[in-house]
């Protein structure tokens, strides 16, 4: 009987193994969890006090300045029915342009700005993110650019 | 004409498909052995047909012929002729002919190895090549044709996405691909094996070298990504939890303990079902990975596609065979008995631990991957899961791991004797302690709580990986090829962790204003802006920038990074330069001009970051050196009825 028990032994041992690092990773899921809002639920007030998420829309044109020489930016962000403005400090990424759909992870500030510590623009030429188009389809009937074209 | 006469091949390719499919699988079942001999010119055919495909597709490219609709929308004329070549996977049509080409050219070598299977046998893994063949090829005519017309034909073309114009990106695909479609072999032997009601250690000597060789490739391909998205997009970090990369990731994973439970199965006739089921799950990540990469479904830089219709046909044709290989599975899986027994602290239950830790790492990165997808069907609202959650999780397994593997290479088959090793474990604990605080506290400064821990990890995984074979040719005895092989690729890993250690502790990043002449620091270097000047390629122009970097006032180097701008897409693009010092990837990248005569640089060190590509290139090596072992190709039909375990311990 003893290696089946000792079988036993290795089971439960992993099973509980598992069980644990289930747990963990669950909880490591709910903080970690990055949600998305656009413009118009940032106004509704929809995002908790406090916490990051990405705001997602477009650069709004003609809003874009600098203080010339400094890695300081400001820009609008829009789905055409309310705004955000954001600012950055850093390298803004190649895809990154007025008039495009952008991405920006950070946190409010109290008095509305966006707080940007990263600003993504992950997707190619011929699409705008899939969030931020849906978000722009439903905000506004003349979406830019389709996902699929 | 050669659009139409590769489509013409594709669909002759499909029925040959079709027939291998037909005739490998039903002959067996039927018991009608003239149908077997059908199998292997259809095989034959099929690859030709496929290569002919391809070759039409390739000299449509080189020629410019932008009146097929594929080439129009990824080429151009000003490309350079290597970027039209590769131009062919550059989007979703021509990578799926890729994986096509690919599995004909995995299935040509299985059936030229085949000549020592018995005949059924190597029928059944053939017919089920067949099937992934047929529905592929079926995807691709039925929804991805990339020898569609256009009427009339446009003028030049779109040109390849800029960011793909790159040597590494070039091969990365193919090589990435290989790894991906070497797994359908696996998943072959698995389904024939279940179709046949048997499976021995023989069966697992086959095995072994085909699964091995499929994952040194697709070690080699995630590598190269990420050694791709290292200096091409600009950001500088070598590995981002991006859903493409976890769609390669995941396989590897998997794939590892298939490797792993495959050794068991063959020495000691054990795992048997489990390994079965993970082949069948390496393959089906495999084929999500393509699904989720070429849908569209997922938010990320490579997905080039975003065609619903695809989608479900991906969709469908996984459940088709995932479904299809769990219901064999459950259906034969249980004839499979494993008899014999093992005690805790045999190699056998720390090839479990390997095993289960490593499922429990590829399940983790599965729910992050997926959890977006599942919380936007739920309408739980769009959510992004990234670095936070996938490193610690993922350490959460690994580290065990890493802490198992010592004393798991080191320990006997059967019996949990630990003795035997005691004093050679002790010891090379010790000197990786020694080592490891040495690399920590004299060459770094700082660093993490886990950074000691890491290093310690990494040199002591070297250290025990080499002391069998050490000791061996001390002695004077043969060191045979598959434990070489397990050296190379473990002590790969022990370089892994330990320069995944000192990039992420010690890695310095900075954005930075510069104006011409200004100097910053970072580390122990110096950057000096020199200026910038246009400069002009074959398809682009833009700007490049002149850095040099000193240290300790001694030149170092003068890096001149670009940011290019494509003609044909007016994308921008960030070339950055990179140069390694003592170890230390400097790399700077050219941001944009930000007015009063200043620009933005990025700036950035990172120790021992290219030990992290070179360690998974060791490991690739020391799976093909496994895979070469002549132990595989000895085993022949009549050893079938030798009991398992009765060789040497090496795994």
């Not at chain 2, 499922?359 to 959510?383: E, N, Q, S």
Request: aromatic share 10%.
């Amino acid at each position: 009987m003893t290696p089946r028990r000792r079988r036993m032994g290795l089971v439960i041992g992993i099973v509980a193994g598992v069980s644990i690092a289930g747990a963990l990773a669950l909880s490591a899921f709910r903080q970690n969890v990055t949600f998305f809002f656009d413009p118009s639920q940032v106004a509704a007030g929809q995002v908790p006090a406090g916490e990051r998420f990405r705001l997602g829309g477009m650069v709004t044109k003609g809003t874009v300045q600098r203080a010339p020489g400094s890695l300081e930016v400001r820009f609008v962000v829009t789905d055409f029915a309310h705004d955000v403005p954001v600012s950055y400090s850093g390298v803004l990424p190649d895809l990154f342009r007025e008039g495009a759909g952008v991405v920006a992870q950070g946190r409010l500030r109290a008095d509305g700005t966006f707080v940007a510590d990263e600003v993504l623009a992950k997707h190619d030429e011929k699409y705008m993110p899939p969030a931020v188009a849906k978000s722009l389809k439903r905000r506004h009937g003349e979406a830019r650019s389709d996902p699929g074209s | 004409m050669l659009p139409e006469l590769g489509q013409f091949a594709l669909i002759l390719a499909l029925l040959l498909a079709g027939m291998q499919a037909f005739f490998g699988i039903a002959g067996p079942m039927l018991g009608r052995d003239r149908w077997l001999a059908a199998v292997t010119p259809a095989v034959a055919g099929q690859a030709v047909m496929v290569a002919t495909a391809v070759g039409c597709l390739i000299a449509s490219f080189v020629s410019n012929d932008f009146s097929v609709s594929y080439v129009a929308e990824n080429s151009n004329s000003a490309l350079p002729l290597f970027y039209r070549v590769a131009a062919l996977w550059g989007a979703h049509e021509g990578s799926l002919l890729l994986w096509i080409l690919l599995l004909a050219a995995w299935t040509v070598a299985v059936a030229l190895g085949s000549a020592r299977l018995p005949p059924r046998f190597a029928a059944r893994v053939l017919g089920v090549l067949g099937v992934v063949s047929f529905g592929f090829l079926l995807f691709t005519l039925a929804t991805s044709n990339p020898f569609v017309r256009l009427d009339p034909p446009m003028p030049d073309g779109r040109d390849l996405n800029p960011i793909l114009q790159d040597p590494a990106l070039a091969i990365h695909p193919p090589i990435l691909y290989t790894g991906y479609v070497g797994f359908a072999v696996a998943f072959a032997f698995a389904c024939a094996a279940m179709l046949e009601g048997r499976l021995d250690a023989t069966w697992a000597r086959w095995t072994r070298p085909w699964t091995t060789a499929a994952w040194a490739f697709l070690t080699c391909g995630i590598a190269l990504g990420s050694f791709w998205a290292y200096y091409e997009l600009g950001w500088g970090g070598f590995w981002f939890w991006d859903p493409v990369e976890n769609a390669s990731f995941m396989p590897w994973l998997v794939g590892t303990a298939l490797v792993h439970s495959l050794a068991v199965t063959e020495k000691r006739g054990l795992f048997k079902s489990w390994t079965l089921l993970l082949a069948i799950l390496t393959f089906s990540l495999s084929m999500l990975g393509t699904f989720l990469v070429r849908s569209g479904v997922l938010v990320s830089v490579h997905s080039f596609a975003a065609d619903p219709a695809r989608g479900i046909f991906i969709l469908a044709f996984l459940i088709v065979m995932i479904g299809g290989a769990l219901t064999l599975y459950a259906w034969r899986a249980p004839l499979l008995k494993s008899s014999a027994g093992f005690e805790l602290g045999a190699r056998e239950s720390f090839l479990l631990f390997n095993n289960v830790l490593l499922i429990i790492a590829a399940t983790t990165v599965f729910a992050g991957t997926m959890a977006p997808l599942i919380a936007d069907a739920l309408r739980l609202g769009t959510v992004s899961v990234g670095p936070p959650y996938f490193n610690p999780t993922f350490l959460l397994s690994m580290l065990p791991l890493l802490a198992l593997l010592s004393v798991g290479i080191h320990s006997n088959w059967k019996r949990g004797r630990l003795k035997d090793s005691q004093r050679l474990l002790l010891i090379s604990f010790v000197a990786a302690a020694v080592l490891g605080s040495a690399l920590v506290y004299g060459v770094y400064t700082n660093g993490h709580v886990l950074t000691p821990v890491g290093a310690l990890l990494g040199v002591w995984i070297i250290l025990s990986s080499l002391a069998e074979p050490l000791q061996r040719w001390r002695r004077r005895v043969r060191v045979p090829r598959g434990m070489l092989g397990m050296t190379i690729a473990h002590s790969g890993l022990g370089v892994l962790v330990l320069a995944l250690t000192t990039v992420q502790s010690f890695t310095i990043e900075h954005d930075v204003a510069m104006a011409q002449g200004a100097t910053t620091t970072a580390g122990a270097y110096a950057f000096r802006f020199d200026g910038v000047q246009d400069v002009e390629g074959p398809n682009y122009d833009g700007v490049g920038a002149t850095i040099t970097v000193t240290r300790g006032g001694a030149l170092v180097a003068v890096l001149k990074p670009q940011k290019r701008q494509y003609w044909v897409q007016h994308q921008l693009t960030t070339e950055t330069a990179i140069h390694m010092d003592h170890g230390n990837n400097i790399l700077v990248a050219l941001g944009e001009d930000l007015g009063a005569g200043r620009w933005s640089l990025r700036v950035q060190i990172r120790p021992l970051v290219s030990f992290i590509w070179l360690a998974a290139l060791i490991m690739a090596i020391g799976g093909a050196v496994a895979a070469s072992d002549r132990r595989y190709r000895g085993a022949k039909l009549t050893e079938a009825t030798v009991p398992a375990g009765t060789e040497g311990s090496a795994a």
